[in-house]
């Protein structure tokens, strides 16, 4: 069975310009999670999203970051523009029971 | 807010020595995972625990899930290099929709 898949692997911009990170899940699953990892830190829940409804973005940054799950498949995460302190592993997750969520590789955003 | 305390945060010992690693938190969860993650990696799951009391072993490792569903522990016999990692759990629970709650997560170095 393939894994969640996220792309890029790395990507450096500088501040205030703007990136987008893709993430397919693992086929069949319903709910689909971005998170955000600072170093030396446990995954932050940024959006958590159930078929292609958010079910929670609570801690989603509105006014810079914004997501998407169109067809309740792949999604993206855009940040727009970027600041330094949104260096950190984005990491993609999906479920298919909600008890339990399988993650892909992550995306290293460095913010120059 | 940090709704699962992991301790200790680091942890480095030698080859062939046992070590515990807590998960506590205040609230209840519906499942805890145990999640290893190596740098550069998303983090890997290594165990569902569901049931209060419940105690599941993976090889070399022990999971315990508290019986009020709170806690969580997990015992490593005779670590070996290859065990050097993050490990983090995660809680899932929530009022509809399952979200999962990280710790900050335990940063394990075994040296041989």
């Known amino acids: 069975e393939a894994g969640v898949a996220q792309s890029p692997r790395y990507k450096i911009i500088e501040k205030r310009q703007s990136v987008a990170f893709w993430c397919n899940p693992i086929s069949g699953h319903a709910t689909l999670y971005w998170y955000q990892q600072i170093l030396g830190q446990g995954p932050k829940l940024l959006i958590q999203?159930?078929?292609?409804?958010?079910?929670?973005d609570s801690q989603l940054p509105k006014d810079r970051f914004s997501a998407e799950r169109l067809k309740g498949v792949d999604s993206t995460l855009k940040i727009q523009p970027a600041k330094l302190e949104d260096s950190a592993v984005y990491l993609c997750?999906?479920?298919?029971?909600?008890?339990?969520?399988?993650f892909g590789q992550g995306t290293r955003l460095t913010v120059v | 807010t940090q709704l699962l305390e992991q301790s200790p945060q680091f942890l480095s010992i030698q080859e062939g020595e046992n070590l515990t690693v807590y998960c506590n938190s205040s609230s209840v969860f519906s499942s805890l995972q145990w999640y290893r993650q190596e740098p550069g990696e998303g983090p890997v799951l290594l165990v569902t625990?569901?049931?209060?009391?419940e105690v599941k072993k993976l090889k070399r490792l022990t999971f315990q899930f508290g019986d009020a569903r709170k806690d969580s522990s997990l015992h490593i016999t005779a670590a070996q290099p290859g065990d050097t990692g993050l490990y983090l759990c995660?809680?899932?629970?929530?009022?509809?929709?399952?979200?999962?709650?990280f710790g900050s997560g335990t940063k394990l170095n075994v040296k041989p």
């Open positions: 995660a809680g899932a629970g929530g009022d509809n929709f399952n979200k999962f709650y």
């Open positions: 997750a999906s479920s298919p029971r909600n008890i339990e969520a399988f």
């Open positions: 625990v569901v049931t209060g009391g």
């Open positions: 999203f159930q078929n292609n409804g958010v079910v929670d």
